[in-house]
């Protein structure tokens, strides 16, 4: 299976020109791959995305993947479309304080824990899990997951790094990286709810060094949403 991804707020006209059917996000559209004389066509299939803004997720068969990527790059010269790889997308999601599954949120943690406690509605009814959440709700103690911004920009924590208050070791590294748009080193870890508070001074060991930090507010990008909704 071959994955493309068109984002930004130019997304509609950059892959509006290369299906059949109707919008891009709501069916399975016929793509053009090629030109050749036998007009080869795949099906793919697109997707709501969301990575700081919204965006197309395009599937299709693997074989189809280098041609849905001429024709998706032909589309977009005029429009300015550019290029980006896997850390790019993990930039972006630092900076809008996107999760990531099997570092930020595991099996160990409930979303409480992880600041997704918006995800939860307990009044749709019964479901697996739901008395559980109910009971950690309540809880006032434990761990929350919680951004971190580096005074030293140039000093980036990637995962396990250890994260320091007082001198004690509280914590470690669940993912970090570089963020570009705010120009500033993210790092997310679990903090004891008591220290989870804005503006608590932190330390992260970075190849054998302490780097000062401090817990900041997320997400450092588009607090409101706007930028999402566009």
């Keep these: 299976m071959g994955v493309l991804r068109a984002l930004g707020p130019a997304r509609s006209r950059r892959a509006g020109g290369l299906h059949d059917g109707g919008p891009l996000d709501r069916v399975v559209p016929l793509h053009e791959l090629s030109r050749d004389r036998r007009r080869r066509r795949a099906r793919a299939r697109a997707a709501r995305h969301l990575r700081r803004r919204a965006g197309l997720e395009l599937y299709c068969a693997t074989e189809f993947g280098a041609a849905l990527w001429r024709t998706l790059w032909g589309a977009g010269e005029d429009h300015g479309l550019a290029a980006g790889g896997y850390r790019a997308i993990d930039s972006l999601r630092l900076e ?26 307990p009044g749709k009814g019964e ?12 809880e006032t103690g434990g761990a929350r997951l919680c951004c971190l911004v580096l005074d030293d920009p140039r000093s980036v924590a990637l995962s396990n790094e250890p994260v320091a208050i007082d001198g004690q070791v509280l914590g470690r590294v669940t993912s970090g990286g570089y963020g570009y748009t705010v120009g500033a080193s993210i790092a997310y870890a679990y903090l ?39």
Excluded: M, N, S
Aim: net charge negative.
């Design 192 to 230: 004891p709810a008591e220290h989870a508070v804005a503006d608590t001074e932190v330390a992260v060991e970075i190849f054998g060094e302490w780097v000062a930090g401090r817990v900041a507010r997320e997400p450092l990008y588009d607090p409101e949403g706007a930028r999402v909704r566009a």
């Design 127 to 138: 479901f697996i899990g739901r008395e559980a959440l109910l009971r950690v709700r309540e």
């Design 96 to 121: 809008k304080g996107y999760r990531v599954w099997g570092a930020d949120i595991t099996p160990d943690e409930h979303p409480f824990q992880a600041g997704l406690g918006f995800a939860v509605k």
